[in-house]
């Protein structure tokens, strides 16, 4: 059904969070090369996994991770959006910071903590998460 759906239509597919360089094997008979430009996009955290070829021309690209500075920054500015200068309630200093070392540097992960955070105004809400 997706090989009928997808022919003669250029297209791009995101995997995302993949786990095994299976997927490709598991997959690819659905996604044929009609020479139309479509890509196939996963994210990984595994090595391994990103560096298989899946028998396709392909290309890693490695995050960069955030240091310590710029993670505070980008958390305050999600999470503390609402607040002057987005800063950092002086009572959630610590409990955000814990978090955001949680994140080890990783942009999105971080942005979408920091999105979750932004609607938690408890301390109490804070220390749960």
């Known amino acids: 059904m997706i090989t009928n759906f997808l022919r003669l239509k250029r297209y791009v597919i995101v995997f995302d969070d993949v786990w095994s360089s299976n997927l490709w094997r598991d997959i690819h008979v659905s996604l044929l090369d009609e020479g139309l430009g479509s890509r196939v996009i996963l994210t990984t955290r595994k090595e391994d996994v990103a560096s298989s070829s899946f028998g396709a021309k392909s290309r890693v690209h490695y995050i960069k991770?955030?240091?310590?500075?710029?993670?505070?920054?980008?958390?305050?500015?999600?999470?503390?959006?609402?607040?002057?200068?987005?800063?950092?309630?002086?009572?959630?200093?610590?409990?955000?910071?814990?978090?955001?070392?949680?994140?080890?540097?990783?942009?999105?992960?971080?942005?979408?903590?920091?999105?979750?955070?932004?609607?938690?105004?408890?301390?109490?809400?804070?220390?749960?998460?």
Do not use: E, T
């Not at 987005?86 to 955001?100: E, W």
């Not at 999105?108 to 932004?118: F, R």
């Open 65 to 129: 991770l955030l240091g310590v500075s710029d993670a505070w920054n980008l958390f305050c500015m999600k999470a503390f959006s609402s607040n002057p200068n987005r800063c950092c309630p002086h009572h959630l200093k610590s409990l955000a910071q814990d978090l955001v070392a949680k994140c080890k540097g990783l942009p999105l992960a971080i942005a979408a903590l920091g999105g979750i955070m932004s609607s938690k105004y408890l301390d109490s809400d804070w220390r749960k998460f």
